[in-house]
């Protein structure tokens, strides 16, 4: 004759089952993180067509919000640069720190990748070639992919630099980008007269 169940052996029979649905629940959420992860990541592949270059700091990109100070041995838009201008950077640097300035430099030497991809960003953004080569120049005529320029974040730094730069040869060289400089003359010289824009 069947014995009335214990109310202790009952709970004893219970928690093992609270062990596997707790079991089952964790491999259900392990399941659903795995599939909204892979659903995520082919939606980017899919969104991202295919064969678009994605630069990063080998080809010299400096991210937006943390532009590089002119110490800085380590990174290719720096380490790439034509080393007579980053050794009149470093020397206008000095000068300037007294006037409490900092040259934050966003940008140094391109590869032509990072390069053609900014000029095609450019095209994308004003509409046409024609008005973003006024701005970006092609991989064949940047002065960036040949390491002879630099981009100064801040106003006050290029102010200064327009102002003192020529003292170690440092001069800005497109009228309309008041933030790109070039070793264009020799220290103490002249600055050459400045080109209208990036199509020279
Ligand atoms: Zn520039």
Redesign the pocket.
């Known amino acids: 004759m069947a014995v009335p169940s214990h109310p202790l052996s009952r709970q004893r029979r219970l928690v093992p089952l609270f062990a596997v649905a707790g079991v089952v629940v964790l491999l259900l959420a392990a399941v659903v993180t795995l599939a909204v992860t892979l659903t995520f990541s082919s939606f980017a592949t899919a969104v991202r067509p295919a064969g678009i270059f994605v630069p990063t700091e080998a080809d010299g990109l400096i991210a937006a919000d943390t532009p590089l100070t002119v110490d800085d041995d380590t990174h290719p838009a720096l380490q790439r640069l034509d080393p007579a201008l980053l050794e009149a950077l470093r020397s206008a640097q000095v000068a300037a720190e007294a006037d409490g300035i900092r040259f934050d430099i966003t ?1 140094g030497w391109r590869s032509v990748d990072l390069q053609r991809r900014l000029l095609a960003d450019a095209v994308r953004t004003y509409g046409s070639e024609e008005l973003a080569r006024e701005y970006v120049a092609t991989p064949e005529t940047s002065s ?1 992919v040949t390491g002879r ?1 630099v ?1 100064i974040g801040t106003l006050d730094a290029q102010l200064w630099i327009m102002e003192h730069g020529r003292e170690w040869g440092l001069c800005q060289t497109y009228a309309n ?1 008041r933030w ?1 400089f070039e070793r264009a003359t020799e220290p103490g010289g002249e600055c050459p007269v400045q080109k209208l824009d990036a199509r020279g």
């Open positions: 940008s960036h320029a981009d980008e790109h």
